[in-house]
């Protein structure tokens, strides 16, 4: 239920209505796309680029922090509630954020992310608490599953108010779109109140003193056995740039297709949600092909394809070429996302320290490689001053991710050899 609660975020805030939004109104007759933060006069895209990096940054020090404190199992639920009522508040603040208060959206941009990313920490921490070790998979693709149908749900309830605003008595559809903010933060605030009335506080040992150090320590030991284990090492580092490109891609698509090629905003919007849609296609279907084909093989493949659509972004001009991307960004989205981790665990060694540790450093290269990605997008507009050259970038992070993730030579994500 928790994922039910703050995928609305995700979907609403970071992929679909507030970029088109925020498009809408930082750009003007009289300044076109050039806003003024903080006295400073910057393009309003590379903008939007520089304050998801920043939160990513901000955040990313503080997982490991976050991940020693859950560890221990003490006031875990205290932390996520914290958390996801600051990312939830912020993105009711967002309902307030109108052309004359660019420095008030921004900040609630930020705050919403870290919200989002530190509730994760602890979210993700219960589920060797209330299940067994043979119910894991099943229980966290159900919380995935969940986490899709709720914000598609919130998602279309919005759209069909914003199209439609004056029959529910808004006097502008700005106005119509302000409201659905006010609708995640309070949709992830009010249905996080199952989760976290009915999740069981086990307290652990709480006679460590190095707690607060702990995520750090485990950091370290994990970058040591990396050292030792060539493969995993090759992979992490693929990781970071294919999953840099990925996670750029999937903020920054809806502002390209605004401002690149000025599609209206309800059909950036609803493109988004085509999005979604084909990308539980691509998951099954990359899954499928994984067990015949291999992880490495099918990830080279799917890698591939997104050094495609990166090229192709470049050139597209129409309406129908923008569509017929955003299915094949879908197709290989959810397919890379779900695949990329599942092979992660593959490579972990067996007889080394615990797997939380490692993926507490997979989070870290998670965050990292957003902040790279997005700011690496903004700066290559702001010195070029075209998007499309920022698609060329991100071509070449694929490339990078693909080049590494060749050397890996590690059986366990070779071909099947067995039914």
């Known amino acids: 239920m928790y994922d039910w609660a703050n995928s609305v975020y995700s979907l609403v805030i970071t992929s679909a209505i507030f970029p088109v939004y925020y498009q809408a109104i930082t750009t003007s007759a009289s300044d076109g796309d050039q806003v003024f933060?903080?006295?400073?006069?910057?393009?309003?895209?590379?903008?939007?680029?520089?304050?998801?990096?920043?939160?990513?940054?901000?955040?990313?020090?503080?997982?490991?922090?976050?991940?020693?404190?859950?560890?221990?199992?003490?006031?875990?639920?205290?932390?996520?509630?914290?958390?996801?009522?600051l990312g939830g508040l912020s993105c009711m603040g967002?309902?307030?954020?109108?052309?004359?208060?660019?420095?008030?959206?921004?900040?609630?941009?930020?705050?919403?992310?870290?919200?989002?990313?530190?509730?994760?920490?602890?979210?993700?921490?219960?589920?060797?608490?209330?299940?067994?070790?043979?119910?894991?998979?099943?229980?966290?693709?159900r919380g995935y599953s969940f986490g899709y149908y709720g914000s598609v749900i919130l998602l279309i309830a919005n759209l069909i108010v914003i199209q439609f605003y004056s029959s529910f008595g808004f006097a502008t559809q700005g106005l119509a779109t302000r409201f659905s903010f006010l609708l995640v933060g309070l949709w992830?605030?009010?249905?996080?109140?199952?989760?976290?009335?009915?999740?069981?506080?086990?307290?652990?040992?709480?006679?460590?003193?190095?707690?607060?150090?702990?995520?750090?320590?485990?950091?370290v030991n994990v970058w040591s056995n990396l050292k030792r284990n060539p493969d995993?090492?090759?992979?992490?580092?693929?990781?970071?740039?294919?999953?840099?490109g990925v996670q750029t891609v999937m903020y920054m698509a809806a502002t390209f297709g605004s401002k690149e090629l000025k599609l209206e905003d309800f059909k950036l919007i609803a493109t988004v949600l085509?999005?979604?849609?084909?990308?539980?296609?691509?998951?099954?279907?990359?899954?499928?092909?994984?067990?015949?084909?291999?992880?490495?093989?099918?990830?080279?493949?799917?890698?591939?394809?997104?050094?495609?659509?990166?090229?192709?972004?470049?050139?597209?001009?129409?309406?129908?070429?923008?569509?017929?991307?955003?299915?094949?960004v879908?197709?290989?989205?959810?397919?890379?996302?779900?695949?990329?981790?599942?092979?992660?665990?593959?490579?972990?060694?067996?007889?080394?320290?615990?797997?939380?540790?490692?993926?507490?450093?997979?989070?870290?290269?998670?965050?990292?490689?957003?902040?790279?990605?997005t700011f690496s997008y903004g700066l290559v507009e702001h010195l070029t001053g075209s998007m499309r050259n920022s698609t060329l970038a991100i071509a070449a992070f694929f490339v990078l991710g693909l080049l590494l993730l060749s050397r890996v030579k590690s059986a366990a994500i070779q071909k099947n050899t067995h039914a």
Request: glycine content about 6%.
């Open 330 to 373: 879908g197709l290989v989205m959810g397919g890379i996302q779900s695949l990329a981790r599942s092979a992660y665990a593959k490579l972990i060694p067996q007889d080394s320290i615990d797997h939380a540790s490692y993926f507490s450093f997979f989070d870290c290269t998670f965050n990292l490689s957003i902040v790279v990605g």
């Open 274 to 328: 085509i999005i979604q849609l084909v990308a539980a296609l691509g998951a099954f279907l990359f899954a499928r092909f994984s067990f015949s084909w291999g992880d490495k093989q099918t990830l080279l493949i799917m890698i591939g394809l997104w050094i495609l659509i990166c090229l192709s972004a470049y050139f597209v001009t129409t309406e129908n070429q923008f569509y017929f991307l955003a299915a094949a």
């Open 37 to 85: 933060f903080l006295g400073m006069k910057i393009t309003n895209s590379v903008l939007y680029s520089y304050s998801l990096s920043f939160s990513f940054l901000l955040i990313t020090p503080l997982l490991p922090l976050l991940s020693g404190i859950a560890d221990y199992g003490n006031n875990k639920k205290a932390f996520m509630k914290f958390f996801c009522y």
């Open 188 to 219: 992830w605030i009010g249905f996080a109140q199952i989760p976290l009335r009915i999740l069981p506080e086990v307290r652990l040992s709480n006679s460590g003193e190095k707690r607060l150090t702990k995520g750090y320590h485990e950091l």
């Open 232 to 244: 995993l090492k090759s992979y992490i580092f693929a990781y970071f740039f294919f999953n840099m």
């Open 94 to 141: 967002m309902f307030f954020f109108t052309s004359a208060t660019l420095e008030w959206g921004i900040a609630c941009v930020i705050l919403a992310s870290i919200g989002y990313s530190g509730s994760l920490v602890f979210y993700d921490a219960f589920l060797p608490e209330i299940t067994t070790v043979d119910q894991f998979n099943k229980v966290s693709a």
